[in-house]
């Protein structure tokens, strides 16, 4: 009977480790996954940030074209920042002569990125064609591309990351490519349209999408 008693008591005792040891398991299991998804953001961080890097590197050795189809949307977070270092970086570029062009979708939204890159001094112009909506990229003096590759597939996905490719032939391809999208308006036409389609008021854009309101009146011919 004793030897009943041991052994149940036994079992008893290898059971409550055992649980002990799976709480333990489950735990460290959690903390793991934790410390893998933190990772995952570190290096997501990470290689947006050279994407942006690549691309303020790439501007500062155009000797006499930038040309760019980027998704123009306004800028969050600490995209902010560089976005300011690209807009420093086009009012450098253009004060040396480097002509500098952007193409974006033809989204109400977009007129803020397009005012602050056409006030830095760039040539801004928007489509709606299918390649502005899924390729995001940059070329430098028809010898150099930057291209940013979203998370997934769709127009608001974020870039990912970069790639920088010293490649004449794509540089050609690119941007003859992106000389074939069609129905392309600069900034004042665009503006225009949206005020014509949507009915509002140039003051409620300048508050929507945070641009000058003086300025944009004398733009919108108001």
Known sequence: MSIEIGLLSLESILLIVTIILL????????QRNKLILEIG??????TRQEYFLAILDSMMDAKEEITGCITGRPPSGDDK?????????IERMTKKGVRVRYLMPKFPDRLHLGYLYMKAGAEVLYSSCLMVHNVRFIVIDDR???IG???STGEKEATKKGYRIPSEGLAIVLKNY?????????????????????GATPE??????????????KLAGT
């Open 204 to 217: 409620h854009i300048a508050r929507e999408y945070r641009i000058d309101e003086e300025e944009l009146k």
């Open 81 to 89: 920042k560089m976005v300011r270092d690209i807009i420093a970086n």
């Open 23 to 30: 709480v333990y398991s489950i735990k460290e299991g959690k």
């Open 41 to 46: 953001k570190a290096t997501k961080v990470l």
């Open 144 to 146: 150099i591309v930057v």
């Open 178 to 198: 992106l000389e074939t999208c069609e129905q392309q308006s600069n900034f004042t036409e665009d503006l225009k349209a949206v005020i014509g389609q949507t």
């Open 149 to 151: 590759i979203p998370e």
